[in-house]
């Protein structure tokens, strides 16, 4: 069974940063892209960041490019953004998931994990 785990979301001010990490279990990791989405208030959920298997390659969407970091750790399962530079409309609840192709944001798992609130606000 397929478990995603996100932590690490809060309330910061603008220019500040966050950390937000994704424990995994039910599938190889290692074996799979994955990526960051996020789902603001009244609209869709969108890839933001996403990494190759082996973390060989990142790409970041032009909303966070610059201010946010993908990164990946296979040895315990575990996915990270770095977050930077905060802005209002960076205000979501972020996900993870695998990839089901890397150069599309279709995710490879039906199911989602609960999110992890980020919440930008002076």
């Known amino acids: 069974q397929v478990q995603l785990v996100e932590s690490g979301g809060g309330l910061v001010q603008p220019g500040g940063s966050l950390r937000l990490s994704c424990a995994v279990s039910g599938f190889t990791f290692k074996n799979y892209a994955m990526g960051w989405y996020r789902q603001a208030p009244g609209k869709e959920r969108e890839l933001v960041a996403r990494?190759?298997?082996?973390?060989?390659?990142?790409v970041h969407e032009d909303s966070v490019k610059g201010r946010f970091t993908i990164s990946r750790d296979n040895a315990k399962n575990t996915l990270h953004l770095q977050m930077n530079s905060l802005k209002f409309e960076d205000t979501a609840v972020y996900y993870c998931?695998?990839?089901?192709?890397?150069?599309?944001?279709?995710?490879?798992?039906?199911?989602w994990g609960q999110g992890t609130q980020v919440t930008v606000s002076s």
């Open positions: 998931n695998a990839l089901l192709y890397y150069y599309e944001s279709v995710p490879r798992f039906p199911a």
């Open positions: 990494i190759t298997y082996d973390g060989g390659d990142t």
